[in-house]
């Protein structure tokens, strides 16, 4: 027997209440788990990003169009080495629940202005030719089996055509991987043209213009000297690094980052006030035992690594439960197409363990202290 | 015989509240090595607080504590812990075993605190329970065993250390006559055969007949001392 038998011996004894306090942290555990993943994933994203990427928005609102004559104004500015515009489409498959992130591009420029698009020659090609052609991610192309050079009608929930409806038909012309660690691989990208041609309002309008400048530093050049061309002008624009327009394009759901804090927060919280009333109850009802061990002669080390050991081997445990449960459905969500860039980071790991570790000091505190102070008589109702 | 503890002008007080209660007062006893000494008297008179003063696990409030000519009132608490580890074996009324540890890991639990590895822990407890009878219960829980065979695992506990002296607080007043007696029976083995020091309080005159001696306390005074060996 050691002083780990003690502990896990002491631990184990009312299997009930050690089975709830266990539930209790693992499911604690398993949120942060999850929502830290989410939130990495964001982050981690945006981070991938190029620093010398610009992003052209409207000045009022990103949702908010500009002309299309933008465009070759931003590519004859100085700095500028690639310009492509993009507009956003609102697309789904069949049913809004099958919603696409998708965009109406000029194809060429826009697969310069992001060489992590990888597609094949003959595949690129097709997809520059074809004036309905699509170019799928990877991701998307799996999730609803389509093949290449199959016709699919993809609906807005925005524009509305000519022929009175909100369906445009397309052809799988590419299907492409992204280069950079989860780089998106979700995406759908058509012919601009294709767009203002049939639809019925919003002609001659783009949503943003991308802009690859040589390097960050001249990325802000560049940046600064867009939005002077533009200013005092009907669509005066705003023109953000790649990394922050990501960021902005978050905010709008909300501060991801905020939310994960105040929800991990709460459960953190919650779970010390349980898991440390009960380990105060625990250590009040072995009061006696306290005062046998210190009679046996246990210095108050023993007496310390047994009350701390106890909620540092449940709060460890546990912790470690709802994190490798977290794991497994990070895991068995990545099946899916919608959540294949999802992933647990090491750092989620760590940071689950150094708050399960603190959670174990916690909860300790209280009866650490009651249990060093005890004194024997007193304990074992000799008095 | 020398003298294990002498005991000079003991006082003892607790504070109730604001007030100051005397438990002893110029208290004075020697308790030569082997001896099995009995303490009996009424609730109240001071039993338990002198077997928690022998023990180290409560101080004098005045007065001299030797053991073996050295000065226990004067140990820091954890040189008093270590001491109490070394030299002391404690037998209680209500047993006061670990309910979730085994017969043999309750009786192991003095032996953490030795430099003993764990086979020679497992012979140490093998021999601890053979000498209490015990041995085939090595396996079973406390909630598993009669009141008579958890004092024995008591005892083999107190007395796995090999320390000098066992104090035993009331050591049958859980039992029926029958336990009793045996429990008082190795005990007699242990002060005869293997030369521990006993000190027992004990309300019950039969498991005093079993001590050397016993010694009558009443309101903080030995009121009659008899050597009245069995």
């Known amino acids: ?383 | 015989m020398s003298a294990l503890f002498q005991l000079q002008q003991v006082s003892k007080t607790y504070s109730r509240g604001k007030q100051a209660v005397s438990i002893f007062d110029n208290l004075e006893l020697a308790i030569p090595e082997g001896d099995f000494v009995a303490i009996m008297g009424p609730s109240g008179s001071g039993k338990s607080t002198l077997l928690n003063l022998l023990g180290g696990i409560d101080r004098i409030s005045a007065g001299s504590l030797r053991f073996r000519g050295e000065q226990l009132d004067a140990y820091s608490e954890s040189r008093m812990t270590q001491w109490r580890a070394r030299h002391v074996g404690f037998i209680f009324q209500s047993y006061n075993l670990m309910p979730m540890l085994r017969a043999a890991q309750n009786v192991e639990l003095p032996l953490l605190l030795t430099k003993l590895n764990r086979r020679q822990r497992a012979q140490n407890v093998q021999i601890a329970l053979d000498v209490v009878g015990l041995s085939e219960r090595a396996r079973h829980y406390p909630r598993e065993m009669s009141g008579g065979q958890q004092q024995r695992v008591a005892i083999a506990r107190a007395l796995v250390a090999d320390p000098d002296l066992l104090l035993c607080d009331e050591p049958t007043g859980d039992l029926d006559r029958e336990s009793a007696d045996a429990i008082l029976d190795v005990l007699r083995l242990l002060n005869r055969e293997h030369g521990k020091t006993i000190v027992m309080v004990t309300h019950d005159p039969a498991a005093a007949a079993y001590a050397k001696r016993t010694l009558h306390l009443d309101k903080g005074v030995f009121v009659q001392k008899e050597a009245a060996y069995v």
Request: aromatic share 10%; charged share 15%; no cysteine.
């Open chain 1, 1 to 383: 027997m050691s002083e780990f038998t003690l502990i896990r011996k002491n631990l184990l004894r009312k299997p009930l209440r050690f089975l709830l306090m266990y539930v209790v942290i693992a499911v604690a555990f398993l949120l942060f788990g999850l929502l830290q993943s989410v939130q990495s994933v964001m982050a981690g994203g945006s981070e991938a990003n190029q620093g010398n990427r610009l992003i052209v928005s409207n000045r009022i609102n990103f949702t908010q169009p500009l002309p299309y004559a933008y465009a070759a104004r931003v590519a004859a500015l100085p700095g500028a080495q690639a310009v492509a515009h993009a507009t956003w489409f609102g697309g789904y498959y069949q049913e809004p629940r099958n919603f696409l992130v998708s965009y109406a591009v000029d194809p060429l420029a826009y697969l310069k202005v992001y060489p992590e698009l990888r597609l094949g020659a003959a595949q690129r090609d097709a997809f520059l030719h074809a004036r309905n052609g699509l170019m799928v991610g990877r991701a998307t192309a799996e999730r609803f089996h389509w093949q290449l050079g199959q016709h699919v009608s993809l609906a807005s929930s925005i524009f509305s055509n000519r022929q009175g409806g909100h369906a445009w038909d397309f052809v799988v012309s590419a299907i492409y991987t992204n280069d950079k660690a989860n780089g998106d691989e979700q995406a759908v990208y058509f012919h601009y043209d294709y767009l203002n041609t049939s639809r019925t309002f919003g002609v001659d309008k783009i949503g943003s213009i991308v802009v690859a400048a040589r390097d960050a530093a001249a990325g802000e050049r560049v940046a600064h000297a867009i939005d002077q061309a533009f200013a005092n002008t009907p669509d005066e624009t705003s023109t953000v690094n790649e990394q922050q327009f990501a960021q902005a394009f978050l905010a709008q759901f909300g501060n991801i980052g905020a939310i994960v804090r105040i929800v991990v927060g709460a459960a953190f919280v919650t779970m010390l006030l349980v898991v440390g009333n009960t380990m105060m109850m625990n250590s009040r009802a072995r009061t006696r035992e306290i005062g046998i061990f210190k009679s046996l002669g246990f210095p108050r080390a023993s007496v310390a690594r047994m009350v701390v050991g106890e909620s540092l081997l449940l709060a460890v445990s546990a912790a470690l439960g709802g994190l490798v449960l977290a794991g497994g459905v990070v895991a068995l969500l990545r099946t899916s197409p919608n959540f294949a860039g999802l992933a647990m980071p090491p750092a989620v790991w760590l940071g689950g363990l150094g708050a399960a570790f603190l959670l174990g000091l916690l909860t300790a505190a209280v009866p650490l202290r009651t249990a060093l102070n005890l004194d024997v008589a007193t304990a074992l109702g000799r008095v």
